[in-house]
């Protein structure tokens, strides 16, 4: 049979029965679209997981207070919020060990915040200059915590443009006017840029103020929440965790590693951690609407078998003028791929629709990669191949004398 035949005889059976075929292509093309867009949102949220995990800053370790509870376990112990790290344990940090680049400590409390009639809760934090550097801060406007600030315990603070817009107004210029954090007065002198985030990870719903002035004022001690360590690139994290510990196992005299009494969190693992709970989860959307595919499919199965039994004399009669069992596989076979391919393109382009909707009126990241187009494609000819094979073999084995007395 040839080609042009074969095309001919495909669409004229298709659209013989406009209804039935548009409601079987339906099937396909809402399970391919449901694909497109789910593993759209998924990969839309790994993107925007890695890139706020990124944005902490570049080749970051982060030093925590906190007890390791059992060998080789990832659960601390009060990790973040026990008293075990001094300001003292990071300046021995930047001064022993040579592959780091600059060193952050750090405090934080959520405090009421009130300004001019408004107030907010937020998360502020005690830092130092270098936090700026480490952390990839960048001020939009203002300047940011120094030295100078740290060291006279000034109570001065840095806004997020989040914070920032809750207690002044989305257009308003904070620098100069006073906020009051525990009924204390600071005078804000610089507003950050914004970052994004949400919820109780949002960067940009923070105030920074000198790390002795929190020290001094909001936590009454010495102690530190976190150390951050930059190091002077990516392939020296590995051992300048191991430097650390070392180093902070000496100087907290503990000599079984197995009980240090800190912890320290490489941002590369933060990643790769959470790229891996973020790609389980894309596949669960994936397998999730991978099952209105296999409905389509058995939609498929369906509608051919039935056109089969509608056919049964035309079968017959293209038997006995001669038509081989493959003539007849073929041109049945034919019908389903087409209409699963129908479903393919008409689903890509649903799925590109549903995830920019998504993204429009949600807010929510998605990412339609070439990949998810390719697959959705492929998947639609598998399933056009495998529901309708059986559907073309029984037609192609029908005894042709039996199919044309069929009535």
């Known amino acids: 049979m040839k080609i042009t035949d074969l095309l001919a005889e495909t669409f004229s059976a298709l659209l013989g029965n406009k209804v039935r075929s548009g409601l079987t292509?339906?099937?396909i093309v809402i399970g391919i679209g449901s694909v497109i867009a789910m593993v759209a949102i998924g990969q839309g949220a790994q993107s925007s997981i890695t890139s706020s995990i990124q944005s902490l800053g570049s080749n970051l370790l982060m030093v925590q207070p906190g007890m390791q509870r059992s060998i080789g376990s990832q659960v601390r112990v009060q990790r973040g919020s026990s008293q075990t790290l001094t300001l003292a344990d990071s300046k021995a940090i930047a001064e022993n060990i040579p592959s780091v680049k600059a060193v952050a400590p750090q405090v934080s409390s959520r405090s009421q915040v009130t300004a001019k009639g408004t107030n907010t809760n937020t998360q502020v934090y005690g830092v130092t200059e270098e936090y700026a550097s480490v952390r990839s801060v960048?001020?939009?406007n203002g300047n940011f915590i120094t030295a100078a600030d740290d060291s006279n315990l000034t109570k001065a603070a840095v806004l997020g443009p989040t914070t920032a817009a809750d207690l002044f107004g989305e257009d308003s210029d904070p620098v100069g006017q006073t906020i009051r954090i525990n009924k204390l007065d600071f005078k804000v002198v610089g507003v950050t840029v914004a970052k994004g985030g949400s919820g109780m990870s949002n960067q940009d719903d923070v105030i920074y103020i000198p790390l002795a002035t929190a020290q001094r004022f909001l936590t009454g001690n010495a102690y530190v929440g976190t150390i951050n360590v930059e190091g002077v690139d990516a392939k020296s994290l590995e051992q300048l965790s191991v430097d650390i510990t070392d180093l902070l196992l000496q100087r907290h005299k503990i000599t079984d590693s197995t009980k240090a009494d800190f912890s320290i969190m490489n941002q590369a693992d933060?990643?790769?951690?959470?790229s891996a709970v973020t790609n389980q989860l894309t596949y669960l959307l994936a397998a999730i609407a991978?099952?209105?595919?296999?409905v389509g499919g058995i939609g498929i199965m369906n509608m051919m078998l039935t056109t089969v039994t509608e056919r049964t004399r035309e079968i017959g009669l293209r038997k006995a003028i001669g038509a081989k069992k493959g003539d007849i596989t073929v041109q049945f076979l034919a019908e389903a791929v087409t209409l699963t391919f129908t479903g393919g393109?008409?689903?890509?382009?649903?799925?590109?629709?549903?995830a920019f909707a998504v993204y429009k009126f949600a807010g929510v990241a998605t990412s339609v990669s070439l990949i998810s187009v390719v697959l959705a494609f492929g998947v639609s000819a598998v399933i056009g191949i495998v529901f309708g094979y059986y559907p073309a073999l029984r037609a192609a084995r029908m005894n042709p004398i039996e199919a044309l007395r069929y009535e």
């Open 25 to 27: 292509i339906l099937g």
């Open 138 to 140: 960048s001020v939009a």
């Open 270 to 274: 933060i990643v790769s951690s959470m």
């Open 290 to 294: 991978g099952i209105s595919l296999l």
């Open 345 to 354: 393109i008409v689903g890509v382009a649903l799925g590109w629709l549903a």
